[in-house]
Nanobody
Framework: QVQLVESGGGLVQAGGSLRLSCTASRNIFSLYWMGWYRQAPGEQRELVAA???????NYADSVKDRFTISRDNAKTTVYLQMNSLKPEDTAVYYC???????????????WGQGTQVTVSS
């Protein structure tokens, strides 16, 4: 089992920045992809940023060049640096760890509890 604990959400004005943190209960980064998802009221949960076991990244088009995902192995923590925030970035942000079994192709997911990000105009 893996526990993920997020922090860093809050209220910020448009154009501002926030950094979200997600600390894992053990070091899983060599086995699990890490990702940040978000869910706005009435919307589907969407992938915002992902970080592979080999440090490749990908981002939703809506956040490219504004958000950066990174990790600190020693702290077992993944970060999401969010710059130039917009009101449409308002959502609950969730940390995710996932791994696909190479034999069964079954995917395992762990989720954090979520942290609210609110961007005022």
């Amino acid at each position: 089992q893996v526990q993920l604990v997020e922090s860093g959400g809050g209220l910020v004005q448009a154009g501002g920045s926030l950094r979200l943190s997600c600390t894992a209960s053990r070091n899983i980064f060599s086995l699990y992809w890490m990702g940040w998802y978000r869910q706005a009221p009435g919307e589907q949960r969407e992938l915002v940023a992902a970080l592979s076991t080999s440090d490749s990244t990908n981002y939703a088009d809506s956040v490219k060049d504004r958000f950066t995902i990174s990790r600190d192995n020693a702290k077992t923590t993944v970060y999401l640096q969010m710059n130039s925030l917009k009101p449409e970035d308002t959502a609950v942000y969730y940390c995710n760890a996932n791994r696909r079994n190479s034999i069964t192709n079954v995917r395992s997911d762990y989720w954090g509890q979520g942290t609210q990000v609110t961007v005022s105009s």
